[in-house]
Protein backbone atom coordinates (compact mmCIF):
# COMPACT_ATOMS: atom_id res chain seq x y z
CA UNK A 1 0.00 0.00 0.00
CA UNK A 2 1.31 3.66 -0.72
CA UNK A 3 0.52 6.37 1.18
CA UNK A 4 0.37 9.51 0.93
CA UNK A 5 -0.01 12.99 3.37
CA UNK A 6 -3.04 14.46 3.72
CA UNK A 7 -2.51 17.75 1.89
CA UNK A 8 -0.76 20.18 4.43
CA UNK A 9 -1.79 18.32 7.73
CA UNK A 10 1.32 15.99 8.03
CA UNK A 11 -1.16 12.80 8.16
CA UNK A 12 -0.60 9.85 6.03
CA UNK A 13 -3.53 8.25 4.96
CA UNK A 14 -3.28 5.37 2.81
CA UNK A 15 -3.35 5.40 -1.55
CA UNK A 16 -6.38 3.29 -1.59
CA UNK A 17 -9.60 4.53 1.03
CA UNK A 18 -12.39 2.56 2.68
CA UNK A 19 -15.77 4.25 1.19
CA UNK A 20 -19.01 3.03 3.80
CA UNK A 21 -21.79 4.32 1.46
CA UNK A 22 -22.54 0.47 1.23
CA UNK A 23 -23.02 -0.38 4.40
CA UNK A 24 -26.50 -0.95 5.33
CA UNK A 25 -29.69 -0.34 3.13
CA UNK A 26 -27.97 0.96 0.09
CA UNK A 27 -25.95 -1.84 -0.13
CA UNK A 28 -28.06 -4.27 1.83
CA UNK A 29 -24.92 -4.99 3.84
CA UNK A 30 -25.51 -6.68 7.26
CA UNK A 31 -23.14 -5.64 10.35
CA UNK A 32 -20.79 -8.57 9.87
CA UNK A 33 -20.22 -7.81 6.69
CA UNK A 34 -19.35 -4.44 7.01
CA UNK A 35 -16.92 -5.67 9.79
CA UNK A 36 -15.49 -8.56 7.73
CA UNK A 37 -14.80 -5.63 5.24
CA UNK A 38 -13.18 -3.09 7.77
CA UNK A 39 -11.50 -6.04 8.56
CA UNK A 40 -9.81 -6.75 4.93
CA UNK A 41 -9.34 -3.34 4.03
CA UNK A 42 -7.15 -2.67 7.64
CA UNK A 43 -5.02 -6.28 7.00
CA UNK A 44 -4.03 -4.33 3.56
CA UNK A 45 -2.78 -1.18 4.84
CA UNK A 46 -6.04 1.15 4.20
CA UNK A 47 -6.11 3.03 7.65
CA UNK A 48 -8.88 5.71 6.37
CA UNK A 49 -12.68 5.35 6.53
CA UNK A 50 -15.19 7.40 5.36
CA UNK A 51 -18.82 7.95 5.81
CA UNK A 52 -21.32 10.36 6.55
CA UNK A 53 -24.70 11.11 8.48
CA UNK A 54 -27.14 10.19 5.42
CA UNK A 55 -25.56 6.79 4.22
CA UNK A 56 -28.85 4.40 5.35
CA UNK A 57 -30.03 7.43 7.11
CA UNK A 58 -27.09 6.79 10.01
CA UNK A 59 -26.76 3.21 9.50
CA UNK A 60 -23.61 3.22 7.96
CA UNK A 61 -21.90 5.36 10.75
CA UNK A 62 -23.51 2.92 13.24
CA UNK A 63 -21.77 -0.11 11.33
CA UNK A 64 -18.44 1.56 10.84
CA UNK A 65 -18.46 2.74 14.67
CA UNK A 66 -18.96 -1.16 16.07
CA UNK A 67 -16.59 -2.37 13.61
CA UNK A 68 -13.63 0.31 14.90
CA UNK A 69 -14.46 -0.17 17.99
CA UNK A 70 -10.91 -1.38 20.09
CA UNK A 71 -8.83 -0.20 17.48
CA UNK A 72 -10.27 3.64 16.67
CA UNK A 73 -6.62 5.19 17.54
CA UNK A 74 -5.21 3.43 13.92
CA UNK A 75 -7.96 4.70 11.87
CA UNK A 76 -7.70 8.20 10.37
CA UNK A 77 -12.09 8.38 10.71
CA UNK A 78 -14.15 10.76 8.06
CA UNK A 79 -17.68 11.18 7.81
CA UNK A 80 -19.81 14.40 6.39
CA UNK A 81 -22.85 16.37 6.70
CA UNK A 82 -25.22 18.52 5.32
CA UNK A 83 -27.42 16.46 3.43
CA UNK A 84 -30.92 16.44 4.47
CA UNK A 85 -31.60 13.79 7.57
CA UNK A 86 -35.41 13.70 7.35
CA UNK A 87 -38.58 15.57 6.82
CA UNK A 88 -37.66 18.39 9.19
CA UNK A 89 -36.62 21.91 7.09
CA UNK A 90 -33.83 22.48 9.49
CA UNK A 91 -32.18 19.03 9.25
CA UNK A 92 -29.86 19.97 6.56
CA UNK A 93 -27.47 22.58 5.48
CA UNK A 94 -24.69 24.49 6.80
CA UNK A 95 -25.80 26.03 9.48
CA UNK A 96 -24.37 26.33 12.74
CA UNK A 97 -27.61 25.19 14.03
CA UNK A 98 -27.67 22.27 12.24
CA UNK A 99 -23.93 21.39 12.25
CA UNK A 100 -23.53 21.16 16.23
CA UNK A 101 -26.20 18.57 16.28
CA UNK A 102 -25.32 17.01 13.63
CA UNK A 103 -21.47 15.91 14.55
CA UNK A 104 -23.45 15.38 17.90
CA UNK A 105 -25.31 12.45 16.26
CA UNK A 106 -22.51 11.60 14.01
CA UNK A 107 -20.27 10.94 16.91
CA UNK A 108 -23.17 8.46 19.22
CA UNK A 109 -23.70 6.58 16.65
CA UNK A 110 -19.91 5.98 15.50
CA UNK A 111 -18.93 5.65 19.23
CA UNK A 112 -16.47 8.12 19.32
CA UNK A 113 -15.66 10.92 20.83
CA UNK A 114 -14.55 12.81 17.91
CA UNK A 115 -13.72 12.12 13.98
CA UNK A 116 -10.41 13.28 12.45
CA UNK A 117 -12.15 14.40 9.29
CA UNK A 118 -15.19 16.37 8.97
CA UNK A 119 -16.72 17.04 5.69
CA UNK A 120 -19.45 19.34 4.32
CA UNK A 121 -20.98 16.69 1.95
CA UNK A 122 -22.51 20.00 -0.04
CA UNK A 123 -22.25 23.14 -0.97
CA UNK A 124 -25.29 24.82 1.05
CA UNK A 125 -26.28 28.25 -1.20
CA UNK A 126 -28.36 29.24 1.78
CA UNK A 127 -25.79 29.77 4.34
CA UNK A 128 -23.09 32.29 3.98
CA UNK A 129 -19.07 31.14 4.80
CA UNK A 130 -18.51 32.71 7.87
CA UNK A 131 -21.69 31.08 9.32
CA UNK A 132 -20.06 27.49 8.27
CA UNK A 133 -16.65 28.27 9.06
CA UNK A 134 -17.19 29.45 12.50
CA UNK A 135 -19.20 27.07 13.78
CA UNK A 136 -16.67 24.03 12.03
CA UNK A 137 -13.84 26.40 13.98
CA UNK A 138 -15.70 26.03 17.20
CA UNK A 139 -16.26 22.63 16.59
CA UNK A 140 -12.46 21.89 16.13
CA UNK A 141 -11.41 24.26 19.27
CA UNK A 142 -13.79 22.01 20.87
CA UNK A 143 -11.73 18.78 20.25
CA UNK A 144 -14.82 16.99 18.38
CA UNK A 145 -13.23 17.26 15.06
CA UNK A 146 -9.35 17.36 14.03
CA UNK A 147 -9.54 18.80 10.30
CA UNK A 148 -12.63 20.04 8.31
CA UNK A 149 -13.31 19.80 4.18
CA UNK A 150 -15.43 20.02 1.79
CA UNK A 151 -17.24 17.87 -0.59
CA UNK A 152 -18.33 18.15 -4.07
CA UNK A 153 -17.40 21.99 -4.14
CA UNK A 154 -17.50 23.74 -7.59
CA UNK A 155 -13.51 25.63 -8.14
CA UNK A 156 -15.01 29.10 -7.24
CA UNK A 157 -16.89 28.02 -3.91
CA UNK A 158 -13.51 26.18 -2.58
CA UNK A 159 -11.05 29.73 -3.63
CA UNK A 160 -13.90 31.66 -1.93
CA UNK A 161 -14.12 29.57 0.81
CA UNK A 162 -10.34 30.33 1.53
CA UNK A 163 -10.78 33.23 1.10
CA UNK A 164 -12.84 33.48 3.78
CA UNK A 165 -11.19 31.54 6.06
CA UNK A 166 -8.01 34.03 5.78
CA UNK A 167 -10.09 37.45 5.97
CA UNK A 168 -11.93 36.34 8.86
CA UNK A 169 -9.15 34.70 10.88
CA UNK A 170 -11.11 31.03 10.84
CA UNK A 171 -10.19 27.71 9.73
CA UNK A 172 -10.03 26.59 6.38
CA UNK A 173 -10.72 23.59 4.59
CA UNK A 174 -8.05 21.17 4.28
CA UNK A 175 -9.88 18.57 2.01
CA UNK A 176 -11.88 18.03 -1.06
CA UNK A 177 -13.60 15.22 -2.14
CA UNK A 178 -14.78 15.00 -5.60
CA UNK A 179 -16.47 12.51 -8.18
CA UNK A 180 -13.23 11.54 -10.39
CA UNK A 181 -12.88 8.63 -12.45
CA UNK A 182 -11.57 8.40 -16.59
CA UNK A 183 -14.88 8.78 -17.57
CA UNK A 184 -15.67 11.94 -15.68
CA UNK A 185 -12.44 13.95 -15.93
CA UNK A 186 -13.50 17.32 -15.77
CA UNK A 187 -12.42 18.38 -12.51
CA UNK A 188 -9.29 17.93 -13.81
CA UNK A 189 -9.90 21.56 -15.82
CA UNK A 190 -10.60 23.40 -12.32
CA UNK A 191 -11.00 21.33 -8.84
CA UNK A 192 -7.56 19.77 -9.35
CA UNK A 193 -5.38 23.19 -10.00
CA UNK A 194 -7.16 24.73 -7.62
CA UNK A 195 -7.04 22.32 -4.65
CA UNK A 196 -3.48 21.83 -5.51
CA UNK A 197 -2.95 25.67 -5.43
CA UNK A 198 -4.64 25.88 -1.94
CA UNK A 199 -2.52 22.48 -0.58
CA UNK A 200 -5.97 20.28 -0.19
CA UNK A 201 -5.74 17.04 0.15
CA UNK A 202 -8.23 15.29 -1.90
CA UNK A 203 -10.12 12.05 -1.74
CA UNK A 204 -12.17 11.24 -4.76
CA UNK A 205 -14.88 9.02 -4.85
CA UNK A 206 -16.81 6.84 -8.29
CA UNK A 207 -13.14 6.26 -9.45
CA UNK A 208 -15.08 3.21 -11.15
CA UNK A 209 -17.78 5.47 -12.41
CA UNK A 210 -20.85 4.03 -10.60
CA UNK A 211 -19.04 0.02 -12.04
CA UNK A 212 -18.70 1.20 -15.72
CA UNK A 213 -15.19 0.66 -15.30
CA UNK A 214 -15.45 -2.24 -12.92
CA UNK A 215 -15.47 -4.77 -15.41
CA UNK A 216 -19.15 -5.73 -15.17
CA UNK A 217 -20.20 -3.36 -17.95
CA UNK A 218 -19.34 -5.04 -21.54
CA UNK A 219 -20.63 -4.56 -24.90
CA UNK A 220 -23.02 -7.51 -25.51
CA UNK A 221 -24.02 -8.78 -22.07
CA UNK A 222 -26.02 -7.41 -19.36
CA UNK A 223 -25.50 -5.17 -16.74
CA UNK A 224 -24.30 -6.74 -13.75
CA UNK A 225 -23.57 -3.85 -10.85
CA UNK A 226 -25.44 -3.39 -8.23
CA UNK A 227 -25.78 0.63 -9.25
CA UNK A 228 -27.69 -0.60 -12.35
CA UNK A 229 -31.04 -1.27 -10.01
CA UNK A 230 -31.27 1.44 -8.39
CA UNK A 231 -29.49 3.81 -10.76
CA UNK A 232 -30.53 2.51 -14.33
CA UNK A 233 -30.62 5.59 -16.18
CA UNK A 234 -26.94 5.75 -15.96
CA UNK A 235 -26.76 2.30 -17.56
CA UNK A 236 -29.32 2.82 -20.11
CA UNK A 237 -27.84 2.71 -23.76
CA UNK A 238 -31.01 4.79 -25.14
CA UNK A 239 -29.00 7.91 -23.81
CA UNK A 240 -26.34 9.12 -25.68
CA UNK A 241 -24.00 9.72 -22.59
CA UNK A 242 -23.94 5.96 -21.82
CA UNK A 243 -23.14 4.99 -25.53
CA UNK A 244 -20.01 7.21 -25.42
CA UNK A 245 -19.18 6.02 -21.80
CA UNK A 246 -19.46 2.10 -23.43
CA UNK A 247 -17.61 2.94 -26.46
CA UNK A 248 -14.94 4.54 -23.85
CA UNK A 249 -14.99 1.46 -21.89
CA UNK A 250 -14.28 -1.25 -24.56
CA UNK A 251 -11.32 0.97 -26.03
CA UNK A 252 -10.33 0.92 -22.26
CA UNK A 253 -10.04 -2.42 -22.18
CA UNK A 254 -8.13 -3.26 -25.10
CA UNK A 255 -5.73 -1.06 -23.58
CA UNK A 256 -5.83 -3.01 -20.30
CA UNK A 257 -5.56 -6.05 -21.66
CA UNK A 258 -2.68 -5.02 -23.65
CA UNK A 259 -0.73 -3.38 -20.24
CA UNK A 260 -1.39 -6.92 -18.46
CA UNK A 261 -4.16 -4.90 -15.75
CA UNK A 262 -7.87 -5.76 -15.10
CA UNK A 263 -10.07 -2.98 -15.25
CA UNK A 264 -10.08 -2.04 -11.99
CA UNK A 265 -6.40 -1.74 -12.00
CA UNK A 266 -6.12 0.51 -15.17
CA UNK A 267 -9.41 2.93 -13.14
CA UNK A 268 -7.49 3.07 -9.55
CA UNK A 269 -4.42 3.34 -11.27
CA UNK A 270 -5.18 6.10 -13.26
CA UNK A 271 -6.78 8.36 -10.82
CA UNK A 272 -3.74 7.41 -7.91
CA UNK A 273 -1.76 8.65 -10.73
CA UNK A 274 -2.67 12.34 -10.82
CA UNK A 275 -0.71 14.54 -8.22
CA UNK A 276 -2.93 16.50 -7.18
CA UNK A 277 -5.16 12.96 -5.94
CA UNK A 278 -4.63 11.79 -1.97
CA UNK A 279 -6.61 8.81 -1.94
CA UNK A 280 -9.25 7.04 -4.15
CA UNK A 281 -12.52 6.38 -2.21
CA UNK A 282 -13.04 2.41 -2.95
CA UNK A 283 -16.88 1.28 -1.63
CA UNK A 284 -17.04 -2.94 -1.79
CA UNK A 285 -20.18 -4.26 -0.85
CA UNK A 286 -18.57 -7.85 -0.34
CA UNK A 287 -15.23 -8.44 0.37
CA UNK A 288 -14.59 -10.08 -2.98
CA UNK A 289 -15.22 -6.86 -4.44
CA UNK A 290 -12.42 -5.10 -2.12
CA UNK A 291 -10.04 -8.19 -2.66
CA UNK A 292 -10.05 -6.96 -6.51
CA UNK A 293 -9.88 -3.54 -5.77
CA UNK A 294 -7.11 -3.66 -3.15
CA UNK A 295 -5.19 -5.59 -6.57
CA UNK A 296 -4.67 -1.97 -7.37
CA UNK A 297 -3.06 -0.76 -4.38
CA UNK A 298 0.16 -0.45 -5.79
CA UNK A 299 -0.77 -0.49 -9.65
CA UNK A 300 1.75 2.47 -11.23
CA UNK A 301 0.64 2.99 -14.72
CA UNK A 302 3.62 3.36 -17.58
CA UNK A 303 3.67 6.75 -19.37
CA UNK A 304 2.34 4.77 -22.54
CA UNK A 305 -0.83 3.53 -20.88
CA UNK A 306 -1.84 7.37 -19.55
CA UNK A 307 -1.42 8.34 -23.16
CA UNK A 308 -3.55 5.90 -24.30
CA UNK A 309 -6.04 6.58 -21.97
CA UNK A 310 -5.75 10.54 -23.28
CA UNK A 311 -6.33 9.30 -27.19
CA UNK A 312 -9.80 7.79 -25.35
CA UNK A 313 -10.95 10.04 -22.87
CA UNK A 314 -9.33 13.48 -23.21
CA UNK A 315 -8.31 15.54 -20.36
CA UNK A 316 -11.10 17.60 -18.03
CA UNK A 317 -13.69 15.99 -19.85
CA UNK A 318 -16.65 14.38 -18.55
CA UNK A 319 -18.56 12.07 -20.57
CA UNK A 320 -21.46 12.27 -18.57
CA UNK A 321 -21.69 16.09 -17.47
CA UNK A 322 -25.08 15.78 -16.24
CA UNK A 323 -24.36 13.31 -13.56
CA UNK A 324 -22.05 15.55 -11.53
CA UNK A 325 -23.11 17.62 -8.38
CA UNK A 326 -21.62 20.58 -8.48
CA UNK A 327 -23.28 22.89 -11.18
CA UNK A 328 -23.90 26.43 -10.17
CA UNK A 329 -27.77 26.77 -9.17
CA UNK A 330 -28.30 29.05 -11.64
CA UNK A 331 -27.32 26.78 -14.54
CA UNK A 332 -30.76 24.46 -12.61
CA UNK A 333 -33.05 27.20 -11.63
CA UNK A 334 -33.87 29.18 -14.39
CA UNK A 335 -35.11 32.37 -11.60
CA UNK A 336 -31.92 32.67 -10.43
CA UNK A 337 -30.92 33.92 -14.00
CA UNK A 338 -33.42 36.52 -13.94
CA UNK A 339 -33.63 40.04 -13.31
CA UNK A 340 -36.68 40.24 -10.90
Do not use: C
Not at 56 to 73: F, L, N, Q, T, Y
Not at 125 to 153: H, M, N, V, W
Not at 213 to 236: E, N
Not at 259 to 264: K, N
Amino acid sequence: MQYRTLGRTGVQVSALALGAMNFGAIGRTTQDEATALVDTALEAGINLIDTADMYSGGESEEMVGKAIAGRRDDIVLATKATMPMGEERNHKGGSRRWLVTALDDSLRRLGVDHVDLYQMHRWDPTTGDEETLSALTDLQRAGKIRYFGSSTFPAHRIVQAQWAARDLRLGRYVTEQPSYSILQRGIEADVLPVSEEYGLGVLVWSPLASGWLSGAVRRGQDVTTHRSTFMPDRFDLAQSANRARLDAVERLAAVADEAGLTMIQLALGFVTAHPGVTSALIGPRTTEHLTSQLAAADTVLSADVLDAIDGIVAPGVDLAAHEKFDTPPALLDASLRRRR
